[in-house]
């Protein structure tokens, strides 16, 4: 049983890795956040900095991935896991590019005159990092359907954005001095929008990976 | 901009995404009658019971694989489908097994018939010691299959090619069958088998002895086979099965456990038992 022991030490092993990347992708989430709400750039250059230990990562997973293919073949549960895992890596190595994308706003933003919005974007960030989080934590315990759940949730990101859109529109509209920085603020918002999709993503892997069906384009 | 002179239809017209195939399912549909139907099989080497109740359909013209621990049974199911246990002393059975729903173990079955239409391969290629022309030759001549040396001689070349061998032993007929390779050994075990055509080919690990190339050319041979013939393979090898086969069955203590389609069987089993012996978490 020695070799199935060492299969384990290994799926354990990427299991490990990809809630690491996780974890990193919700670092650079938060702090690129706290970056532009309390206007500390040099946050967000440390988000941007540390986004290379992010693609290392994921890097890592994808080798690690194919050499449990190619040398273990696991099959069933652990072909699944492993199937999951590979497709999950650069999901969340996404999430973290669209966390830098926020850090790069919040430098550019934090150059320019404080815009005193009347709604919360950071409403719209804590719902995607609460999302992000479950997400995460449904597929550490292959909770097939807290991974349900957490997608259904989604909608509320989107409702988040669509009214975060209109305003910004209206903005641009009436105050066109801000139009920039409404722009600017247009884009973190459709990247938090994005990592909505993302967690998505995340979760639909989590039901395959639980239950072998595949729930994605199944609205 | 000139949108006006712009043709209507700018994006590259549609491209038709054919369905997903499984290009291991034959041309050819397969009746819906299955070609082996074994209800409530019990088999007992004297007083110790191999088989419990195995009821299995297999459909014509697809490959069954039987996987499974050592000892698990799935040998001594294979051989029940063409009578090889009667050879066996204190052998027992019972339960049915049907075959285009005759029952071959019905009084008065010819066993030989039976035999010629259900062939066999084993592990370890067992050719005559003759030449490569007369091991395909033998099951016709004492058959009295062939009534003439020319009709011999294609029947012989038939088969040769049907197990992928002619091209490389065709110049050479006459030398001792026991010249050629491992892989090509068992290949011409294979020709033998269907040089008097039958309709199911078992076939027990056959691949089991030979090297990653001849094994290679062996799966090759079943998934063309199966164009015409309904096979039945036992193997240790889960990868193999994996590869040749469009249903999988998996036993376990005498018992079956679980038969699904092999792309189901290798992703997400029904069965936990099933499960822990795919990913080789067993005991």
Known sequence: ?219 | MQLKSMPVQTMAPRVEVPERRDTRVPSETPSTQPKVSVRDLDFFYGRTQALHAISVDIPERVVMAFIGPSGCGKSTFLRTLNRMNDVIPATRLSGKVMIDGHDIYAPGTDVVALRRKVGMVFQKSNPFPKSIFENVAYGLRINRITSSKSELAGRVEQALQDAALWNEVKDRLKTSALSLSGGQQQRLCIARALAIRPEILLMDEPASALDPIATSKIEELIFDLKKQYTIVIVTHNMQQAARVSDTTAFFLLGKLIEVNATEKMFTAPNEKLTEDYITGRFG
């Open chain 1, 1 to 219: 049983m020695d070799l199935h022991r060492h299969l384990d030490d290994e799926l354990s092993s990427l299991r490990d890795r990809v809630l690491l990347l996780g974890g990193e992708a919700e670092l650079a989430l938060e702090r690129a956040m706290y970056a532009l709400s309390e206007r500390d750039s040099e946050v967000a250059r440390e988000v941007l900095e540390h986004d290379d230990r992010v693609d290392h990562l994921e890097v890592e997973i994808d080798r690690q991935c194919i050499d449990i293919i190619a040398l273990r073949q696991p099959a069933a549960r652990d072909l699944r896991f492993v199937i999951s895992v590979a497709k999950m890596a650069p999901v969340l190595e996404r999430i973290a590019d669209h966390a830098c994308n926020i850090a790069r706003a919040a430098i550019d933003l934090n150059n320019e005159p404080e815009l005193k919005l009347a709604f919360d974007l950071g409403k719209m960030a804590d719902h995607a990092l609460i999302m992000l989080r479950a997400a995460l934590d449904a597929f550490t315990s292959s909770d097939a359907q807290s991974a349900r759940e957490i997608i259904k949730s989604d909608s509320a990101i989107n409702d988040l954005y669509n009214h975060i859109f209109h305003r910004l529109i209206e903005l641009m509209v009436t105050e066109p001095a801000t139009a920039t920085r409404d722009a600017r603020l247009l884009f973190v918002a459709k990247h938090l929008e994005r990592i909505g999709d993302y967690v998505t993503d995340i979760c639909e892997l989590t039901v395959y990976m639980a239950e072998a069906a595949f729930i994605k384009h199944t609205n």
